[in-house]
């Protein structure tokens, strides 16, 4: 079954199996200890520890390990704010950060702080000027991920880093998903990353913390690891993860050539083969293995569920299910479509014909879907060069499949008024009348809900 969800986690690369089983018997005792196993321990810690710093480019006694990438974000983004709470309590990030960055802010506002959520493009990216704009003399620290989870984009994180060196104010670097395919450029400060993204165990994490960066470790104080990760190194873990991503950065070079390939391939055959998607993110400047399309009029859960049995493990970040009423905060950031949303995310070694039959599979997947909703004819109300259509209560595709059932009823330059409560219904309907050429005019209150205008012009 091919498994296309790497960006979530990433296969276990066979030379961390082979690493961990050999180091299970090696690296068990407490490398604290000066006894024989504890300083053999210690060996197998320090040679991971310098392996890891040449792969980052930073200095060994940079780097801790940590129980997970996002426990490495937390204590990273709280150590840096703490050190630097003289210099103020201003905290930028950028609208479209993994929870665990954003989580942190949530936690510093929570304590009084203030942040700035820097906007993205359309296709994802920040650029440097509105980081640099968002930079004030109370900044104590600006975050920012070196490539998006959900959509791929990688972010121009050597200019923000200049931008913010030139302010004085320290960079907080997301590595997780880029990590596996080589160092991050720039004089970034702090930086994060998770193993299990790069195919090693899951549960250890990188946290490097760059020499003359104030950092003050929050939580109780403890002797492991420079004060900043507390409790016992699971080391046969971390060689595992430090082998594995040694390995993998060997064959980064071939094989990031080989998956862009393939997700070009999928781009063009998703937007060839599939009536009414979108595909998202930068074209250009995103991870090699990193594809992501929204679909109009489906379901992104039901289609998920539709490849799975086809044989594909795939993603989602789509808002349209029937557990939430909330969009993605990153499809939101980019103002795209939420629904039917697919994340396709290759992991090394990917089969060509792997691809190809996914291609072949995705069309009827998703027409299937569209048949199988069962949309609810509409409640209209007809007036001159208006109609009204009721679709409270109803998720996510439903108001964008009633609205473009209907559009065709009003003269062009009439409109069509949608009542809706479900909150992606914000971003699709805008969504739906950029990819249809039809003007969507705003939103505006309503008894229930909201109403969302669109006027039509083709």
């Known amino acids: 079954m091919p498994y296309f969800d790497a960006a979530s986690a990433a296969p276990l690369h066979p030379v961390a199996r082979q690493a961990l089983l050999a180091s299970l018997d090696e690296g068990w005792a407490d490398p604290a200890r000066l006894h024989r196993e504890g300083r053999r321990a210690r060996l197998l810690l320090d040679a991971a520890r310098e392996a890891a710093a040449e792969a980052v480019g930073c200095r060994p006694d940079e780097v801790v390990f940590t129980p997970s990438g996002t426990r490495a974000v937390h204590s990273g983004v709280a150590g840096a704010l703490a050190g630097r709470r003289r210099a103020g309590r201003h905290l930028i990030v950028s609208a479209v950060e993994h929870s665990s960055v954003l989580h942190s802010a949530e936690a510093f506002e929570s304590a009084g702080g203030t942040v700035t959520r820097v906007p993205v493009l359309r296709s994802g990216a920040v650029t440097a000027a509105s980081y640099a704009g968002a930079l004030r003399p109370d900044t104590a620290l600006a975050c920012l991920q070196s490539a998006n989870h959900e959509v791929g984009t990688e972010q121009p994180v050597a200019e923000v880093a200049e931008a913010c060196r030139e302010a ?48 003050a470790p929050q939580g109780p104080a403890d002797e492991r690891e420079s004060g900043r990760a507390a409790g016992f190194e699971n080391i046969p873990a971390i060689v595992a993860a430090v082998a594995s991503l040694r390995a993998v950065r060997t064959e980064a070079a071939a094989e990031a050539t080989r998956l862009r390939e393939l997700t070009g391939r999928i781009r063009a055959g998703v937007a060839r083969s599939v009536p009414d998607v979108e595909v998202v993110g930068d074209a250009e400047r995103r991870l090699p293995g990193t594809v992501t399309f929204s679909c109009l009029y489906v379901d992104g859960e039901t289609l998920l569920h539709e490849l799975d049995r086809e044989g594909f493990s795939v993603s989602s970040g789509s808002s349209c299910t029937s557990s939430t009423l909330t969009p993605s905060h990153v499809l939101r950031a980019m103002g795209v479509l939420s629904e039917g949303n697919v994340r396709v995310s290759l992991p090394p070694g990917t089969a060509e014909e792997d691809v190809e039959r996914f291609l072949a599979v995705l069309p009827g997947a998703v027409a299937g879907v569209r048949d199988k909703l069962g949309v609810p004819a509409p409640t209209a109300v007809t007036g001159e060069d208006e109609l009204v259509v009721d679709a409270l209560g109803k998720l996510c595709p439903i108001p964008v499949i009633e609205l473009a059932k209907v559009i065709g009823d009003v003269p062009v330059g009439g ?27 705003g939103e505006e209150p309503a008894d229930r809900g909201s109403a969302h205008l669109v006027r039509r012009l083709v």
């Open 415 to 441: 409109t069509v008024r949608i009542l809706a409560d479900d909150e992606a219904a914000r971003l699709d309907i805008p969504a739906w009348c950029q990819m249809r050429g039809q003007e969507y005019v």
């Open 168 to 215: 004085g104010v320290p960079l907080f670097v997301d590595a997780a998903q880029s990590l596996g395919w080589g160092p991050v450029a720039g004089p970034w400060s702090l930086l994060a990353a998770s193993a299990h993204k790069w195919g090693g165990p899951s549960g250890v994490g990188l946290l490097v913390v760059r020499k003359g960066v104030r950092f």
